[in-house]
Structure formats: C-alpha cells, structure tokens
C-alpha cells in the first residue's frame, strides 16, 4: 500500500533521511519509530506530499507522491505532529471545513462528520471551540479528521504525545478499532506505545532504516535490556560506601553492568543491567537481606528507544554524550504520562 | 474547475469567520467608525451652511482612502499565514488536497471582502447626505472602485509579507514599510530630471500624487486600476511561490 525505496532529503547539508526504503502492506498497522530528530517527521512530510524527496520513490495505493501529489492527499488521513487545529473554530464547524476542503460530497458531508466524531469519540464535546479542549480531545479531534472521507491510509504523526497513561490507552483501543481494512502508519518514540497494536516496527535511526521486523521478533531482541533501579543504604552511619555497594552488586550473577545514578545522603540508586531476560530484582533483594543494608526502592525501568537501538544496531548514539544522570533525567521526564511498559 | 471553486470558497468562508471571531476586527471596525464619524461630523458642521458644498463632505471621508489602507491592509493580512506557519496549521491545510493558489486566492478574497465591508460602513454617512441633501453618486462610484482597487493591492503585498514570516509583527512591519513606499514612490522622481523617463514612471507610480483624482471628475482612471491591479497580481504570484518553494530542491 505504502512503498518507499531509496528515500534521500536533504536539509541544506544535513542529510535528514539516507536511501530509506520500507513497504507496508494494505490492511496493516506499522509503527513507526525512532528517537526525536531521526527522520520521522521528515519521511511523513514526504508521503503526504507536504515536502518533496530529493531522491527515491514514493507510491501510496500505486499513486506517485512526487508528481501526483493531490491524487495522494485525497487517499490519506493525516495527523500532523502536534496536532494542529485552528483554535477559534467550534470541533463540528472545523470538522465541516476540513471535510470541504477533502471533497467530500456534499450530500455525504454531514454523514462523514457524524461517524468521524462517533470515531473518535467526541461527539460530546462537537459544539466546544477547539482552542478550549483538553489535550486528549484536540487529539481525538485531528483523528476525527484524519478519518473523515474515509481515508483508505491513515497516518497518524506523534499522536500520544502529552496524553496522560489513561488517555493513551483509550488511544490505542481506539486505533485497534480503526484498524482492519485501513493502512496505518502510527510514528511514534516510544516503543511501548506501538508494540500493542502494531504488527510490524520499522525503526528509524538518524535517517536511516536501523530495524525492520515483526514486533514480536523485535520484542524478544529488546527484552534483555530491562534495567533495575534499586536503592540501597548500606546503614545509618553510612558504614558501607557507595563504591564498597557497587562492588557487592557487581558480583551479583546475572549482572552486567552496574551504575551509581545517584548518591546523597544515606541511600544510594544503582542501574542494574541484567544478562538476557533475567529478572535481578529477587537477587538484589536477596543481596540487600543477606547483608542487613536498607532497600526503599527497587523497580523496573522501561526500556526506552535509546538502548532498544544501542542493542539492536550496536551503535552507541554518537549526539549524545550527556552525562548518564542527566540522560536518565531526561528519559524519565519523556516518559512522564505514558504508560510504564507492561 | 469545479473543486478549485469549491476550495477557494471553503477557504474564503473559513478566513471571513475568523475575522469576525478575533478581536482585532472589532477593534479596527470601531477605530475605523469613530474617526470616520468625527471627520463626517466635524466637516457636516463646517458645510452646514452651504448645502451645495455635500460633495466637499464626501470628499473629505474618502480622502483618507490611501491612509486608512495602508493602515488596514497590514492589519487584516498579518495573520493570514504568520498564524498558520507558527501553529503549524499549514501543515494541515496543505496536506489536505488543495493547492496553493486555491488556499493564496481563498484568503485574498476574504481578506478584500472584509476591507471592502469595512468602506461599505461609509455608505450610512452617505445616506444621511442623501437624505438632507442631493449628493453626487458618480464619484462615489468611481472613488469606490479605486478604493478596492488600491485595497488589493495592498492587502495582497500584506499577504505575501505574512506568507515570508511566522511572525506577525514582522508581517505588519513589511507589509507597512512596502505600502508606504508605493504610497510615496512619486517622492522619488525629485531625484530625476523634469520630464525623463524616470520622472514620468515614479509620477505614474505613485499613489498619493493622484489617487482621489477620480473624485474630481467622476471617471475612473483605468490606467491606474490596471496599475494596482497589475501589482496585486504581481504579489498574489510570489505568494503562491512562496508557499510553494518548500517544494522546491
């Protein structure tokens, strides 16, 4: 349905996509995924005709992007990243512009807006002005227009961002009843948010393709690199030190490589990487017993893009030479209102 | 044919509510009567005396057509795009199946018809002269038709100003200095020989140095609607070019 082979844009001298190929089949749900700056936007902008590719091809349903760029705009549905929506509008008033400018018929415009807002549920909110909803409606409302005239290609840029983990969920549920017969490219940075309704992942990586496979397969590849934070006290007095700590933790079996986050006060927090699929929690626990130290926290992290790529290319991100804190402090933060990885 | 009608009219329809949902078109229509109304009063006054002096009462409103475009046009165009680049609404808008000239064509004419309805709030003075008295309909007419002549052209370099920039203050700044500058261009050909080509062309140009010359005679120049005209056009163009150039490698 969707086809791109040897896709090349540049930005003035910097190359934003490298030769990027991937096929999606029609009726399939791909996500799209890769760290922000990788691509993405970019390879979108391309298949909805908003931007042209310097080199490559591009056919959606057969037709070329590049010299049938309106034949292709009017067989997709597309949310932009950010969903931009002009704010003064009311939500059924903005949905019957966008539905003109579509081509809907006339005589079907009304129908099209009644099923787009049933949908994406927000038929209770079709009289509100679009610049008053909450960040989940305005949401639900681009898809509402993405989804109007009935788009046999639905490309959906970023849609969860800024939703909190319920919204998501309700997100994804609704995407899951979308899908069947439509094509759906969902792009996306975080793993977790596709992997469940996703059947296939591409991933992007500094505008090249770094992985293209079935969730699952990829799912088995990046499920040794879930992490454990712990931590730990090693007393009141702080007779044990953060180094003697990380040395008791290092000898753990199973342990591949221990990092100390953080270190003030009495309790310390240590990154566990774990070999294969192995759970350290028990063991760290075990540790933490054995020895009379303290323990107030002890979880598992979600994997986040970033070392999903380390493992899968084996490519250390060459941009990003943060301190690990302060890339910790920074996953963290994007990972604020979306769901923990199940 | 039929589809660039329909979009242009969607585009139009969308842009003239939205003039009327921001406060700045209320804001400039209020301005725009207030001093309109105290010029109407101060000059009916003046001419109260004399009835055969209504023309002068006319005229002294429609003097300030080159003013109050210059003042106008920046004013309605500045969002036009600046807006939709900085929200990123463009986005959405030209990966619908439009084209640039349909959405360039949809907002110009929205945005002449909301300055030519502005002008037309002029015809209520008008009409309470023609109650007290028999004023001349022709110049108005003419002067009309010259206004929305030098409106377009204006509001389509405000336009192309707003297509240049996310900011909408930089648009106003542009499209102001721009219209000054077509404004007064006749200033210029004090530099050049009496009578030289130079001479003849910036005084053609000019629009202070003859606009309201329809008034007068009650015919309408044709050489200087075309020249506005011409110059919309001219605008209207690089607009289209503009937003297109993201096409461009």
């Known amino acids: 349905m969707i086809h791109v082979s040897q896709l090349t844009k540049h930005f003035g001298p910097v190359r934003a996509l490298d030769r990027v190929s991937f096929d999606v089949p029609e009726g399939a749900i791909v996500g799209f995924l890769g760290p922000n700056g990788a691509g993405k936007t970019t390879t979108i902008r391309i298949l909805t005709g908003f931007l042209p590719p310097d080199e490559g091809e591009v056919t959606i349903a057969g037709i070329d992007a590049r010299t049938d760029s309106l034949g292709v705009r009017r067989i997709i549905g597309y949310l932009p990243e950010g969903v931009p929506i002009y704010p003064e509008m009311r939500v059924r008033e903005y949905l019957r512009f966008r539905a003109r400018i579509k081509g809907v018929p006339r005589a079907e415009r009304k129908a099209a807006i009644a099923r787009a807002l049933a949908s994406a549920g927000v038929e209770d909110v079709n009289r509100q002005i679009t610049g008053t909803l909450s960040k989940g409606y305005r949401q639900r409302v681009g898809l509402a227009d993405a989804l109007l005239g009935n788009p046999r290609v639905l490309i959906l840029d970023e849609p969860t961002v800024g939703l909190d983990p319920e919204q998501v969920r309700q997100f994804r549920s609704l995407l899951r009843g979308l899908g069947g017969d439509r094509t759906i490219l969902l792009s996306t940075h975080v793993l977790s948010e596709v992997e469940q309704v996703a059947a296939r992942i591409i991933i992007i990586r500094r505008g090249r393709i770094a992985a293209h496979d079935t969730t699952q397969n990829l799912r088995k590849r990046v499920g040794s690199l879930d992490r454990i934070r712990a931590e730990i006290s090693g007393g009141s007095k702080a007779e044990v030190s953060p180094p003697q700590l990380l040395a008791a933790l290092e000898k753990l079996p199973g342990v591949v490589e221990v990092r100390l986050e953080r270190g003030n006060g009495p309790f310390h927090a240590f990154i566990l990487r774990p070999q294969g699929d192995q759970d350290l929690r028990e063991a760290v626990f075990h540790l933490v017993r054995d020895r009379g130290w303290s323990l107030r926290e002890l979880t598992r992290l979600p994997v986040t893009l970033e070392e999903a790529f380390i493992d899968i290319v084996g490519e250390r991100p060459a941009v990003d030479n943060r301190p690990i804190v302060e890339r910790e402090h920074s996953a963290a933060e994007g990972h604020q209102g979306k769901e923990p990885r199940a | ?249």
């Not at chain 2, 500045?78 to 807006?83: I, S």
């Not at chain 2, 023609?130 to 309909?137: A, K, R, T």
């Not at chain 2, 336009?159 to 996310?166: D, E, P």
């Not at chain 2, 500058?181 to 629009?207: C, H, K, N, Y």
Request: hydrophobic share 60%.
């Open chain 2, 1 to 249: 044919m039929r589809t660039c009608l329909r979009n242009t009219t969607a585009i139009f329809g969308r842009e003239m509510a939205s003039f009327f949902l921001s406060p700045i078109a209320y804001v400039v229509i209020s301005l725009f009567l207030l001093a309109n109304g105290w010029v109407f009063y101060f000059n009916a006054n003046f001419f109260q005396e004399s009835p055969q002096q209504i023309d002068f009462v006319i005229r002294a409103l429609f003097n300030w057509v080159p003013f109050w475009t210059l003042l106008l046009a920046p004013v309605i165009t500045m969002r036009l795009f600046a807006e939709e680049k900085r929200t990123g609404t463009l986005e959405s808008l030209m990966t619908a199946p439009v084209t640039e000239f349909q959405v360039v064509a949809g907002k110009f004419l929205a945005a002449e018809a909301f300055y030519l309805l502005i002008w037309l709030t002029l015809l209520l003075h008008l009409v309470i002269l023609e109650v007290l008295g028999n004023p001349d309909w022709g110049p108005v007419i003419a002067v009309y038709v010259a206004t929305a002549a030098l409106g377009a052209l204006m509001l389509s370099l405000g336009l192309l100003a707003s297509a240049l920039t996310r900011n909408q203050i930089v648009a106003v700044i542009v499209s102001l200095v721009g219209s000054f500058l077509l404004l007064v261009a006749d200033m210029v050909r004090r530099l050049f020989p009496d009578d030289s080509q130079a001479d003849r062309f910036f005084d053609f140009v000019g629009i202070l140095g003859h606009f309201g010359n329809e008034f007068d005679r009650g015919v309408v120049d044709l050489r200087f609607i075309a020249l506005y005209l011409i110059g919309a056009s001219v605008f209207l163009f690089f607009t289209v070019k503009v937003l297109e150039a993201r096409k461009w490698r």
